[in-house]
């Protein structure tokens, strides 16, 4: 099915029609149309335009009102104050258009595709080999995924990358102590869960650090292994592809608990990119992008300075020959540009790591890797704080587990399900107990505009008051159990009707889903859409408190407040489902 034009749009072509019809010059300008208190909506755009007329603007906002046709779309037009225009949408606009949203079978709600789609490469998700995820880890995971649907959902070519740490010194000590120990990462069952592969992981990696700390010949041995690994050894790569792949079974086990699609072809970790490291640095230095600076290759910048005033280069290579973290990022750019062919590279990383990305992209565009074409942008986040405000410890002092948190989640949760659950059974309280729980966690995420900090306060997230998961869950449950009790009479569409004002402003609402999906993917902001769902079931619920529904005045009134609660239960799973939530159908 085709895209379905917006009331505003449609409003914003007949005015834009009105005004240069007025006022010739003013083609193609824009009405400045937005929502009102005052009004369904209000234009500004004339003030500023009188401006450069010279015009009186009330008498050019009263001349584009003579223009503007009324009737199917817009039903009144007045000027107010200045030079404003006051509109007011036909109500058979607002349910035709609805109606049309509706019979949308594609599951889009007549959303319309990006118009010039391109192919980006979203890098989120990156925990690292041998070690256990922490609540660290929750937000580039929980971003990036909401960033993938959206981006997907309007018709961007999505390339997904999860760079894990999986290169570097320490797996020097790993892969000596396990060739040392061969059965450490053994498993007495075939089926081994993510519990027990990290906890192995654990236990090796402890007993590694131990007998490295206390052994000189181990850390020599260690060291070795280390060169041996970057040499490419087959006997050392194949000791280290079991820490990967233990990691894995890990990995995936908390993505699965966290609802998330990772694919293992998606993984591509630092050891990825090796091949490309020497020749990265070579172009770099030819180029003269990169000079030597006390045997390091270095890229120097004028605005990059430590405390002591002194230049801090990038160090793409270390003097000993080794190479560091930009080395590795340099080489997954030219990886994504030249082979990927993207036109956007997106990283979702800890906005404590800007100026390392700063420093990467300015290079990578210095060496015509990035133009004016091809662009990199670092979707950067703030941390997840504790109630008290401070990064998020255990009362150890800790950092905390992943696993834990999104465990205690659920078990809150499960408890709200427990004492609301009037017909369900243990293993569907259980199943919603893990969906509202999970939901909960990204939501409060979510519902943060990403660079900001966020308290993680599990209290509040599970809670069916206020801005959280859990009412806009049970605003979706609600509507199913309304539509259920409904029986035969199905939900139509009935233009004809006038709408009560708790009707109208559901109805406009709804009508601005698919604007927002356009801002919220354009601009990698989930939270915009986060806070439209939470207006959307805030509506609702003013509607279902002023308007009864099944016992509306006539058959047709019933229908077509069916029809308003349908669709607003469409818009609600359609728009949590971008947030990567589930909307159960009963709660």
């Not at 010194?169 to 000596?176: E, H, R």
């Not at 069952?189 to 000189?216: C, H, I, P, W």
């Not at 290079?363 to 703030?382: C, E, H, K, P, S």
């Not at 489902?577 to 909307?583: D, P, S, V, W």
Request: contains cysteine; proline residues 3%; negative net charge.
């Amino acid at each position: 099915m085709a895209s379905v034009t917006s009331l505003s749009d449609n409003v914003q072509q007949h005015l834009a029609s009105a005004l240069s019809a007025t006022l010739p010059q003013a083609a193609g300008a824009d009405p400045l149309l937005r929502r009102s208190d005052r009004a369904d909506f209000q234009a500004n755009g004339i003030l500023a335009l009188a401006k450069k007329a010279k015009a009186n603007p009330r008498e050019l906002a009263a001349q584009v009102v003579s223009r503007v046709v009324t009737g199917d779309v817009i039903e009144d037009v007045e000027v107010s104050g200045p030079g404003f225009l006051n509109i007011t949408i036909a109500d058979k606009a607002i349910t035709g258009n609805l109606a049309a949203r509706y019979a949308d079978e594609t599951g889009r709600l007549g959303v319309p595709y990006a118009e010039r789609p391109g192919t980006t490469v979203i890098d989120y998700a990156q925990p690292n080999v041998a070690k256990e995820m922490h609540v660290g880890h929750l937000r580039s995971a929980v971003i990036g995924d909401s960033v993938v649907q959206l981006l997907e959902f309007t018709g961007e070519n999505v390339i997904r990358r999860h760079h894990i740490g999986d290169w570097g010194t320490q797996f020097g000590m790993l892969i000596q102590y396990l060739d040392e120990h061969p059965h450490e990462l053994d498993h007495k069952d075939a089926q081994v869960t993510g519990e027990e592969a990290m906890s192995n992981l654990d236990r090796l990696y402890k007993a590694a650090r131990k007998k490295f700390d206390s052994d000189e010949e181990f850390k020599t041995r260690a060291r070795r292994r280390v060169v041996d690994l970057q040499a490419g050894d087959p006997h050392t790569l194949a000791v280290w592809q079991k820490f990967v792949d233990e990691s894995k079974i890990y990995f995936f086990s908390v993505f699965e608990k966290l609802d998330m699609e990772i694919r293992d072809a998606d993984i591509v970790g630092e050891s990825g990119y090796n091949d490309m490291l020497a020749e990265t640095c070579r172009l770099l230095e030819e180029s003269g992008v990169a000079v030597r600076s006390e045997g390091a290759l270095c890229v120097f910048f004028d605005d990059v300075k430590g405390p002591d005033g002194n230049p801090v280069p990038l160090i793409v290579q270390k003097s000993d020959g080794g190479y560091g973290y930009a080395a590795t990022d340099l080489s997954a750019i030219r990886d994504r540009v030249f082979n990927l062919k993207a036109d956007t590279l997106l990283y979702v990383v800890d906005a404590r790591q800007a100026l390392h990305f700063r420093m990467v992209f300015e290079t990578a565009r210095r060496a015509g890797w990035l133009n004016d074409d091809v662009t990199a942008v670092q979707l950067a986040f703030g941390t997840v704080l504790g109630k008290d405000g401070k990064p998020f410890k255990t009362r150890e002092g800790e950092t905390v587990r992943l696993v834990d948190l999104l465990d205690e989640a659920i078990d809150r949760a499960s408890t709200v399900v427990r004492e609301k659950a009037q017909d369900l059974s243990d293993e569907e309280i259980a199943e919603r107990g893990a969906q509202v729980g999970i939901g909960a966690v990204k939501y409060a995420d979510l519902s943060t505009s990403a660079n900001r900090d966020y308290k993680f306060d599990l209290d509040q997230m599970v809670s069916l008051n206020g801005d959280t998961s859990v009412y806009l869950q049970y605003a979706y449950a609600r509507i199913q159990s309304i539509l259920r009790k409904a029986g035969e009479v199905s939900p139509a569409a009935h233009p004809e009707l006038a709408l009560a004002d708790a009707e109208r402003a559901l109805g406009l609402h709804l009508d601005s889903f698919a604007e927002t999906v356009r801002e919220a993917a354009t601009e990698y902001a989930p939270h915009k859409l986060a806070a439209y769902l939470y207006q959307l079931a805030s509506l609702y619920t003013s509607f279902y408190d002023k308007c009864p529904v099944l016992r509306a005045e006539t058959p047709a009134q019933v229908e077509n407040r069916l029809f308003l609660c349908d669709v607003t239960a469409r818009t609600l799973h359609r728009g949590m489902a971008l947030l990567g939530i589930r909307t159960p159908e009963k709660l």
